[in-house]
């Protein structure tokens, strides 16, 4: 399959929410940067950070200058005050048991038009600071995908919070990019589980080098 360049970030439409983005990131939510985004310009890329909160794609989003086309639980990608957003943003909805072939072959495709994907490899919002053992089809969708993985470490925002609450509320967030692990060819079982291993002791390591404010501010209402 063709890789295509990043038409997307070309548009204006595109380029108005990306600034959009970046300023509620940094400005309103006071976004700190840790560490620069490892994303390369062109090619494809699969993004695989931690889950704390709702406002996680938004604000990793904020820090990478390509559009990146989230996998997202359908339960929120089917809200339907939201959802023409979502599918405007190339968001790839997949059920929550994770067994959804239809969304990772959406995603693999993506992979090799030379797209941006992200993924939460718990599979779910983590509940403490401690991260959740990770999904050994990261790794698999990336090889697949003929993409590396790019770390990502999120902290500081509130965990536990409803999702309109989490996008009001200051919180103060710290977003560090570690760097690409290459994948290779190979699927094997073994081969899988230690590219997994790897990934996640990458984000282990981020969590414990870039710790984040505890903070919380004021609304934007009330």
Known sequence: MTQEPDIRARRWDYRAVFAITRIYG????????????????????????????????????????????????????DIPRLRWFFEWSRMIPIDVSGHDTTAWREAIRAL????????????????????????????????????????????????????????????YPSVAWGAPLPTGAGTARKRLEGLTEELQERIEALRFRYPARRRKGRPILG
């Open 26 to 77: 940094h400005a309103y939510q006071q976004l700190h940067q840790r560490t620069p985004c490892t994303v390369p310009r062109q090619g494809p890329a699969l993004v695989v950070a931690n889950h704390t909160a709702g406002l996680d794609p938004t604000i990793i989003q904020a820090t990478c200058p390509r559009p990146i086309a989230w996998l997202m639980t359908r339960e929120f990608y």
């Open 112 to 171: 090799k038009q030379g797209q941006v994907v992200g993924v939460f490899p718990e599979g779910r919002i983590e509940r403490d600071d401690r991260l959740m053992p990770f999904q050994n089809g990261v790794a698999l969708l990336a090889i697949r995908g003929g993409a590396s993985l790019y770390p990502v470490y999120l902290d500081g925002l509130q965990r536990n919070t409803p999702m309109l609450e989490s996008y009001l509320m200051p919180q």
